[in-house]
């Protein structure tokens, strides 16, 4: 059974006032002082991308700077070696790299609260004091097999953004077409509440894309992320090439994950875990081996995940989940 | 028209098998065909690598009617407004890549990325992977860096050329307006754009939107080969549907005669 709208509303409403403390510090091989720089501190929306930090970040370490001509846009951040991809949200990126410990939310009371706003407001309040999570910003030495390469007008985040769309607007509905319909005053409304973090401009156009007219919700947009060690299988015809495999090789698993089962059950999150990463989810109902993070919080293998897109997906539309290995 | 996963293996197989077995003379700009990663996950894919001679493409540009001095500020323009049908038909699932004509006196070089290429030309690897989401094939355009000393320090760390250069490398005029907006006209050519997710390695690659290869491939599987395995089949058409807009077709040879080769 599917959960109420409001509910679906108060949990997406947490989910876009969800934030992480960062503390950013400037490369010491970009600083031109013998002594670094001092941290910029901000609170970032956790749906929201590095990206869009750049210009201001730029204007306060300017002063600071080797090579004072550099551009906002040639700069790239790192969290201990790992540089950080531009196109992952920011929560994606902390759940993947942080090692911090999701929350664990309480049991359900009863079954349709699995992805319900009480629990989501339970579970912030667990009494720990986040700690900032500290980056390094660098002007040089671009690790450029790694990360796309930004531009001075932000078309690169745009283009990428836009791409992900699409692709779960197809997953969502087997066409791109409600996307492809888009007016370019919803297109650019829609990128606008992006960066602006807006969540009412964002549902104005986001309501077209989830509930386009004559469709039928046939898919969950889902991608997995599975930290990787640079080896690969030996058995391998040939080995992905090790040069492309860096610090922070994540394994990203997609699979069409259908809204309900053969047996005309919902779909929940352990089922389809259990479908398309059986090995790592040898259960539906408990993660034995590895849990599903989700916006920091363990997420139950009991959600509804047609729910769960609606209210938990990512701007892009994708829930993007962390697969973080137990014990 | 959607390729699944095993069709897709299957024909992968066979057409690297089957290229293999072709003649130095008949192999075209391919200079290898290898399958990466194990077949079970999803992360495999084909790499073809070509190398794009020094020198090639302007003059075949010049030849197709585009003009040179307003290539740079203008070509996408001129494009658009035209809007002819020849730019919106799909391309001709069997032509042959453009490739290797001979050389223009005084014709501008854009047939090289500086820091990118060597004597040989520019080496390229198209990775071919099979998307889950669209269930059919995409193509990801990565540059090896080559092995010599590099132009610059910056060069080091960015192993992708800027678009405009792979852009002035690959893309005939006709199709540049395409290939930087699909939304230019009513074709079914895909966008060329620049994605920080190539399935096989995490990182950064151009890649040809898969949104409306189905549609595509619809109206070109229309054409009867006769006799070929479906999914090599499918796999050939493809590349006649997505291969023009960056000179990628399959060699001579590969379905002139597939009689008595392996596969």
């Known amino acids: 059974m599917s959960a109420p709208s409001s509910t679906i509303n108060a949990l997406q409403q947490k989910i876009w006032t969800g934030?992480?403390?960062?503390?950013?510090?400037?490369?010491?091989?970009?600083?031109?002082?013998?002594?670094?720089?001092?941290?910029?501190?901000?609170?970032?929306?956790?749906?929201?991308?590095?990206?869009?930090?750049?210009?201001?970040?730029?204007?306060?370490?300017?002063?600071?700077?080797?090579?004072?001509?550099?551009?906002?846009?040639?700069?790239?951040?790192?969290?201990?070696?790992?540089?950080?991809?531009?196109?992952?949200?920011?929560?994606?990126?902390?759940?993947?790299?942080?090692?911090?410990?999701?929350?664990?939310?309480?049991?359900?009371?009863?079954?349709?609260?699995?992805?319900?706003?009480?629990?989501?407001a339970q579970a912030g309040n667990t009494g720990i004091e986040p700690q900032p999570w500290r980056l390094t910003i660098h002007y040089s030495d671009f690790p450029g097999d790694q990360l796309i390469q930004l531009d001075g007008e932000g078309r690169a985040m745009q283009d990428s953004f836009i791409n992900a769309v699409k692709e779960a607007d197809f997953i969502r509905n087997g066409t791109a077409r409600a996307v492809m319909s888009l007016s370019k005053q919803d297109s650019d409304q829609l990128w606008k509440s992006v960066q602006s973090h807006n969540l009412d401009l964002f549902n104005s156009v986001n309501t077209k894309l989830l509930h386009p007219p004559g469709t039928e919700l046939r898919h969950v947009p889902l991608k997995l992320y599975l930290p990787t060690t640079s080896t690969t299988d030996p058995s391998a015809t040939d080995s992905i090439p090790e040069e492309t495999k860096a610090a922070g090789h994540i394994r990203v698993v997609q699979s069409l994950v259908p809204v309900q089962l053969a047996s005309k059950q919902p779909q929940t999150l352990g089922t389809a875990l259990n479908s398309v990463l059986p090995t790592i989810f040898p259960s539906r109902r408990n993660p034995l081996l590895a849990q599903p993070v989700l916006h920091g919080a363990a997420v139950p293998m009991g959600a509804n995940l047609a729910d769960l897109g609606r209210a938990a997906g990512y701007l892009d539309g994708f829930l993007h989940v962390a697969v973080v290995m137990l014990g | 028209?959607?390729?699944?996963?095993?069709?897709?293996?299957?024909?992968?197989?066979?057409?690297?098998?089957?290229?293999?077995?072709?003649?130095?003379?008949?192999?075209?700009?391919?200079?290898?065909?290898?399958?990466?990663?194990?077949?079970?996950?999803?992360?495999?894919?084909?790499?073809?690598?070509?190398?794009?001679?020094?020198?090639?493409?302007?003059?075949?540009?010049?030849?197709?009617?585009?003009?040179?001095?307003?290539?740079?500020?203008?070509?996408?323009?001129?494009?658009?407004?035209?809007?002819?049908?020849?730019?919106?038909?799909?391309?001709?699932?069997?032509?042959?890549?453009?490739?290797?004509?001979?050389?223009?006196?005084?014709?501008?070089?854009?047939?090289?990325?500086?820091?990118?290429?060597?004597?040989?030309?520019?080496?390229?690897?198209?990775?071919?992977?099979?998307?889950?989401?669209?269930?059919?094939?995409?193509?990801?355009?990565?540059?090896?860096?080559?092995?010599?000393?590099?132009?610059?320090?910056?060069?080091?760390?960015?192993?992708?050329?800027?678009?405009?250069?792979?852009?002035?490398?690959?893309?005939?005029?006709?199709?540049?307006?395409?290939?930087?907006?699909?939304?230019?006209?009513?074709?079914?050519?895909?966008?060329?754009?620049?994605?920080?997710?190539?399935?096989?390695?995490?990182?950064?690659?151009?890649?040809?939107?898969?949104?409306?290869?189905?549609?595509?491939?619809?109206?070109?599987l229309a054409v009867d080969l006769g006799g070929e395995e479906e999914g090599l089949r499918y796999l050939g058409l493809w590349m006649g549907l997505v291969g023009p807009g960056v000179g990628l077709g399959m060699p001579m040879g590969m379905f002139a005669d597939g009689r008595g080769r392996t596969g």
């Open chain 2, 1 to 220: 028209m959607s390729l699944t996963r095993p069709e897709f293996l299957s024909a992968a197989r066979t057409l690297t098998a089957r290229w293999q077995t072709l003649p130095a003379c008949e192999q075209g700009d391919w200079e290898d065909v290898r399958w990466f990663g194990n077949d079970a996950e999803e992360t495999s894919f084909l790499r073809i690598t070509r190398v794009v001679p020094t020198t090639t493409s302007n003059d075949e540009r010049t030849r197709e009617g585009d003009d040179e001095d307003n290539e740079v500020d203008g070509a996408g323009d001129h494009d658009h407004e035209d809007s002819d049908s020849s730019a919106i038909e799909p391309p001709d699932p069997l032509a042959l890549p453009r490739h290797k004509s001979s050389t223009t006196p005084g014709a501008r070089d854009l047939s090289t990325i500086t820091g990118y290429s060597n004597l040989d030309g520019t080496r390229i690897h198209c990775d071919i992977t099979h998307s889950p989401t669209y269930q059919v094939p995409v193509l990801y355009l990565t540059f090896p860096s080559p092995a010599y000393p590099l132009a610059n320090e910056k060069q080091k760390h960015s192993p992708l050329p800027p678009a405009e250069s792979v852009f002035d490398l690959l893309v005939p005029g006709p199709y540049q307006a395409q290939l930087r907006n699909p939304s230019a006209g009513p074709t079914n050519l895909p966008a060329l754009s620049l994605t920080g997710a190539h399935p096989g390695t995490d990182g950064p690659a151009y890649f040809l939107h898969p949104c409306r290869t189905q549609e595509g491939m619809e109206r070109l």
């Open chain 1, 19 to 120: 934030s992480l403390p960062l503390e950013i510090r400037l490369a010491a091989s970009d600083c031109r002082t013998y002594d670094e720089s001092d941290a910029y501190l901000i609170q970032t929306p956790r749906l929201s991308y590095l990206a869009f930090l750049l210009p201001r970040l730029h204007a306060f370490f300017a002063a600071s700077l080797i090579n004072p001509d550099v551009s906002a846009h040639e700069a790239w951040l790192d969290f201990e070696g790992v540089p950080l991809k531009w196109h992952y949200p920011l929560g994606l990126l902390y759940d993947l790299y942080s090692g911090v410990e999701p929350v664990h939310l309480p049991a359900p009371r009863r079954r349709t609260e699995d992805v319900g706003s009480s629990n989501i």
